[in-house]
């Protein structure tokens, strides 16, 4: 999770979503009743369609989630194990409807399954992320993310994210997340904190902690020391680490990324460094999407400050 493209770890995560299923499998064929069989063949089957979609398998990805939602069919109906079953009905309920309306190219696979309902799905969720034992982390866990992103509801996902992180302080993509929330919010003091802990614990190497934190943990930073210390020294420093981070971890289609080569090159105009300011403009021409405010930003000072241009204006400051 701290770094979704990473895929050194894939061939291991699969073999033991394998033999999880070939565990079950033996259970299930001896008793067809047997709801924890079921439940473990629907979660590895989940999983696997999970890794899939992230690694943009799509035909796996959608046969594993059949396989799983078979499974959650076979399971239900056992108290012990509904509010664990009830996750991938959550899902199910959620993305269904979600996944058409973001992934055209996707609708016509997904007529092949029943409709959803994307209320009842976070219903359910705030249902297993209170009640359940096994799947509660991983529906905390959708819940931050649908509410922050999905649904643009930063408020809600606040106190599931400080949960998390507090439950999990060395869990750096917990942290990252309830740092991230802080920031939508504006709640800065907090911000400043969690941000601080980030960047040590990347220092002192934490598992999981890495670049990817470390460009979060940066630019919240470099916006911390900018609007609230007024500090233009230290904002600058972090948006540079910002950028050394992001490069480290080859993200240069960030929008942090983006965002603090802009303040950087700003900065280096306000100090009269045009050849610093070309520097970063550039960059931020070559990296940003060419419809976006830094791409435009970008191509009109380089325009209008082409190096001979720089250079008579600061002859002409000289002489001021």
Known sequence: MPNADVETF???FFGYMDLTIEKAKNLYQQDRENAEAAFFLAAAYAFKSRLN???????????NGKSALKFLRVGR???????????????????SIWIPKNYPLLR????????????????????????AFYTRTEAQYFLVRIFRSDENRPAEALPVAEYLANTFPDNAYFQRTYASVLYVLGQLDRLEVVSKQLLDKINQA??????ISGRYASYFLGYVYRLRHKSPTQAAYYYRQTVAFAEESQHQDSGYYHGALQQ???????????????????????HSP??????????????????????KTKRKDKKN
Do not use: C, H
């Not at 934490?206 to 670049?211: F, L, N, S, V």
């Open 264 to 286: 950087l090159a700003q900065y280096a105009v306000q100090a009269k460094d045009f050849t610093l300011a070309r520097f970063y403009y550039q960059k931020l021409k070559d």
């Open 206 to 211: 934490y598992p999981g902690y890495e670049a």
């Open 290 to 311: 060419k419809k976006s405010q830094y791409y435009k930003d970008a191509v009109k000072y380089l325009k209008k400050n082409r190096p001979s241009t720089a250079k």
């Open 53 to 63: 979609a992230e690694r943009k398998n799509w035909t796996k990805a959608i046969f």
């Open 10 to 12: 894939d061939g291991a």
């Open 77 to 95: 109906g056992n108290e012990e194990l509904n509010p664990e079953l009830l996750l991938g009905d959550a899902l199910y309920n959620y993305y």
């Open 108 to 131: 016509p696979v997904l007529l092949l399954f029943k409709k959803g309902d994307q209320q009842l799905g976070l219903e359910q969720l705030q249902k297993v992320a209170q009640e």
